[in-house]
Nanobody, 118 residues
Framework: QVQLLESGGGLVQAGGSLRLSCAAS??????????MGWYRQAPGKEREVVAR????????YYADSVKGRFTISRDNAKNTVYLQMNTLQPEDTAIYYC?????????WGQGTQVTVSS
């Protein structure tokens, strides 16, 4: 059974930092095959991509709203992807989801809440 387990969310003041982790298990293909991504969904809004990284880290994508503040990274030996979030703002408040994609395989975690107070 595929499982993406996010951790690291919480409550932080504006300007603060959090580091999210997503540990994958039960994947059919090796973790290093998957494009890994972080998405978020704020109340009343659609889910949006925050950052994505291809299988070997050579290609990354960031939403304009987080460029220069967030950094995605992965450790293929640990089957884990990270999202370092700095200079957090109240508009970053959302549930953050981990995603793994490889061809038709598309898996999601349960999400972790990030709340930024002003």
């Amino acid at each position: 059974q595929v499982q993406l387990l996010e951790s690291g969310g919480g409550l932080v003041q504006a300007g603060g930092s959090l580091r999210l982790s997503c540990a994958a298990s039960g994947l059919i293909f090796t973790f290093s095959s998957y494009t890994m991504g972080w998405y978020r969904q704020a109340p009343g809004k659609e889910r949006e991509v925050v950052a994505r990284m291809d299988w070997n880290g050579a290609s990354t994508y960031y939403a304009d709203s987080v460029k220069g503040r967030f950094t995605i990274s992965r450790d293929n030996a640990k089957n884990t992807v990270y999202l370092q979030m700095n200079t957090l703002q109240p508009e970053d408040t959302a549930i953050y989801y981990c995603n793994a994609q490889y061809y038709r395989a598309d898996y999601w975690g349960q999400g972790t809440q990030v709340t930024v107070s002003s």
